[in-house]
């Protein structure tokens, strides 16, 4: 199997490329387009600002190819949300592959939400295996509200979208390369689908 | 929900940890990726590496410490000392680090934090905050709470905050080393004048002291040191004490 960790110098990769080395897999980190489209699947990672990140993507041309990819792609963290409609962040324009919008926790929450949160009302085949309220590791200020595509719903004072799904595209705003076990769990299903 | 955090701390130096640590079942237990992992499966919510050493090497030694720590252990975790450049930041991160912890530096040049978080994002940066009483007012300390400073713990706070700062690492050197609690009012002071998460250090001797420091001293997370290292405390106990006390907690 053919896993790229897409390369476009956003983030901490090197975490998701060891997470999959203790899957027993090896994954490569690329930014090239050739690359990236003979993948068998594709992880599309990302930490920090939104639009200094989509800045990279778009200087790269990988802004057009993300959501014309066929197989599986699972965004992490900033990756899940620049593939929605719009992020706040840096008021960025998104790949528009989650028909949602991406906003700032503004309701007296300390902000970045940094630790473990519940995921609940699971409800796609990333979570097989995964418990009902299990718990994920997430640092961030932004996030998707709950919409169509939600497929794990967390609680920060609102309840909101842990993980999004529409047809091969994945995103979880929790990072399954840093949390436990059930991280792991969740890497090896979207590593299997 | 989000739960309070339990962080042990691990002193390093040259790559390996200081600090008598009284571990079973470890074939080395100076060594900080073996501790960390028994850590992680223990029920830890994050580490804490703090390196210590002074040498020409450090550097080198560090960094492939946080290689062989992001290889092998599945929680984040936190790298602190001497840190005082991006080019510092930007390796260890590389390397697998989630967040970097900046003290002296952040002192002696507060821009570095808006440096950082800029590059890097607030996410991954950590102020760690020493402070003792002096006349009744809470003074930043440096060098281990050696050198005292001008510098009001809360305005300090505020102003990290304002910088860019994703979280605070508040020591009380009143409390540090005393067994005898965290420096609970003080960091409820934090807490509240703060929007960002306050890790409490400093003064942990038994459970009920991680109960007083998250319902009192409102703390987001716990960090201790020797109560995990000599086993005075384990981490699922610890935590099934919380739970019982009505603090969410990942068990």
């Known amino acids: 199997m053919k896993i790229v960790i897409i390369d476009y110098g956003a983030g901490n990769i090197q975490?998701?490329?060891?997470?999959?080395?203790?899957?027993?897999?090896?994954?490569?980190?690329?930014?090239?387009?050739?690359?990236?489209?003979?993948?068998?699947?594709?992880?599309?990672?990302?930490?920090?600002?939104?639009?200094?990140?989509?800045?990279?993507?778009?200087?790269?041309?990988?802004?057009?190819?993300?959501?014309?990819?066929?197989?599986?792609?699972?965004?992490?963290?900033?990756?899940?949300?620049?593939?929605?409609?719009y992020c706040e962040e840096g008021d960025t324009q998104g790949l528009g592959i989650f028909n949602t919008d991406v906003v700032r926790f503004n309701h007296g929450v300390k902000v970045p939400q940094i630790g473990w949160n519940q995921i609940s009302e699971l409800n796609s085949a990333l979570f097989e295996g995964i418990d009902e309220n299990e718990y994920m590791y997430l640092v961030h200020s932004y996030y998707a509200p709950v919409c169509k595509e939600t497929i794990a719903v967390s609680d920060y004072g609102l309840a909101y979208s842990n993980a999004l799904e529409k047809d091969n595209f994945y995103g979880v705003q929790f990072h399954p390369e840093k949390s436990s076990i059930a991280g792991e769990k969740l890497l090896q299903n979207f590593l299997a689908l | 929900m989000l739960t309070k955090r339990i962080i042990p701390?691990?002193?390093?130096?040259?790559?390996?940890?200081?600090?008598?640590?009284?571990?079973?079942?470890?074939?080395?237990?100076?060594?900080?990726?073996?501790?960390?992992?028994?850590?992680?499966?223990?029920?830890?919510?994050?580490?804490?590496?703090?390196?210590?050493?002074?040498?020409?090497e450090r550097r080198k030694t560090l960094t492939k410490l946080v290689l062989d720590v992001a290889a092998q252990v599945n929680i984040p975790f936190t790298v602190g000392g001497g840190i005082s450049s991006i080019e510092d930041v930007d390796i260890l991160l590389k390397c697998g680090?989630?967040?970097?912890?900046?003290?002296?530096?952040?002192?002696?040049?507060?821009?570095?934090?808006?440096?950082?978080?800029?590059?890097?994002g607030n996410q991954c940066i950590v102020v760690a905050i020493d402070a003792k009483q002096v006349n009744d007012h809470w003074k930043v300390?440096?060098?281990?709470?050696?050198v005292p400073t001008e510098l009001d713990l809360f305005e300090w706070a505020k102003e990290v905050e304002e910088?860019?700062?994703?979280?605070?690492?508040?020591?009380?050197?009143?409390?540090?080393?005393?067994?005898?609690?965290?420096?609970?009012?003080?960091?409820?002071?934090?807490?509240?004048?703060?929007?960002i998460p306050i890790i409490a250090s400093g003064g942990a001797g038994n459970m009920q002291h991680f109960v007083d420091t998250f319902k009192k001293g409102k703390a987001d997370a716990a960090l201790a040191a020797s109560v995990f290292h000599f086993k005075e405390i384990e981490i699922n106990d610890l935590k099934q004490e919380l739970r019982n006390h009505d603090i969410p907690v990942r068990l």
């Open chain 1, 15 to 85: 975490s998701i490329k060891f997470a999959i080395q203790r899957l027993g897999f090896e994954a490569i980190l690329s930014s090239d387009v050739e690359e990236i489209k003979s993948a068998d699947k594709v992880i599309f990672p990302g930490v920090g600002e939104a639009s200094s990140a989509m800045k990279m993507l778009v200087a790269s041309g990988l802004n057009v190819l993300i959501p014309e990819l066929k197989q599986p792609v699972l965004g992490i963290c900033l990756g899940m949300q620049l593939m929605c409609n």
């Open chain 2, 9 to 56: 701390c691990l002193d390093i130096k040259n790559g390996r940890t200081v600090k008598g640590v009284n571990f079973v079942n470890l074939r080395d237990a100076g060594d900080p990726v073996e501790l960390a992992k028994a850590y992680a499966q223990k029920g830890a919510d994050e580490l804490v590496f703090l390196d210590i050493s002074a040498t020409e």
């Open chain 2, 141 to 146: 300390h440096l060098v281990g709470g050696k």
């Open chain 2, 97 to 120: 680090a989630d967040k970097v912890s900046i003290n002296s530096s952040a002192v002696k040049r507060p821009d570095l934090i808006n440096e950082l978080s800029g590059k890097f």
């Open chain 2, 163 to 195: 910088r860019g700062a994703g979280e605070i690492l508040f020591t009380s050197m009143d409390n540090d080393g005393t067994k005898d609690g965290f420096a609970n009012e003080a960091l409820s002071k934090l807490s509240s004048e703060l929007n």
